[in-house]
Structures are given as structure tokens and as C-alpha cells.
Nanobody
Framework: QVQLVESGGRLVQAGGSLRLSCAAS????????MAWFRQAPGKEREFVAA????????HYTNSVKGRFTISRDNAKDTVYLQMNSLKPEDTAVYYC?????????????WGQGTQVTVSS
């Protein structure tokens, strides 16, 4: 079983930056892919970014390309989401997910989420 714990969410002004972290435990971290999803109030959860197990391949949803960067440190069992040029529409609860496929958006493990609020 894998446990995922997100951190780093907070209130930030539009145009600002934020880095989210997700710490994993319970299984060899370098053996599975990771991803970030988000869910805004009243909306469905949406895929944000994904990275493969060794950090060499990443995928992004179009709305964050060029602004967000997903990365991972397998020595620290942690995945990151660097978010720059934040917009109010980025406001959401951000979830990290593990062991899945960015094509299907299906992942086996989920964290509890961290709130990101971008003020205009």
C-alpha cells in the first residue's frame, strides 16, 4: 500500500508562484508513475500533469503548459508541482496520484489534497 501526503497549498496572488510537494511511502517510489490532478468547486476533477517512474517523461494538460512543471526526486520519495504565473482559474484542491497511466487518467493511489487559492 502507498500513502501520499500533499503539502504547499496556500493563498497566492495572481501572477505568483507556488510549489506543491507530495511525499510517498509504503512502496519503492521509483517503481511507479506519479501525477497531479485538481478539482475546483463545482467542477469535476481534472488531470494536470504526470511524470514517469524515473522522471524522464512528463505530460501536461494544455491549460498549464509553459506555466507548471512536474518533477520528482526518487531519493526523497517526493514529487513536485512547480506552478508559475498562477491565475484565479488555477484555484482548486490539488491531489497527487500514484501508479497509473496519463492516457487513461486512472491511478491506484491518491492523496488527501492541498488547497490552492489564487486571488485576482
Amino acid at each position: 500500500q502507498v500513502q501520499l501526503v500533499e503539502s504547499g497549498g496556500r493563498l497566492v496572488q495572481a501572477g505568483g508562484s507556488l510549489r506543491l510537494s507530495c511525499a510517498a511511502s509504503g512502496r519503492t517510489f521509483s517503481s511507479y508513475s506519479m501525477a497531479w490532478f485538481r478539482q475546483a468547486p463545482g467542477k469535476e476533477r481534472e488531470f494536470v500533469a504526470a511524470i514517469n517512474s524515473i522522471g524522464t517523461v512528463s505530460h501536461y494538460t494544455n491549460s498549464v503548459k509553459g506555466r507548471f512543471t512536474i518533477s520528482r526526486d526518487n531519493a526523497k520519495d517526493t514529487v513536485y508541482l512547480q506552478m508559475n504565473s498562477l491565475k484565479p482559474e488555477d484555484t482548486a484542491v490539488y491531489y497527487c496520484a500514484g501508479d497509473g497511466d496519463p492516457r487513461t487518467k486512472r491511478y491506484g493511489y491518491w492523496g488527501q489534497g492541498t488547497q490552492v487559492t489564487v486571488s485576482s
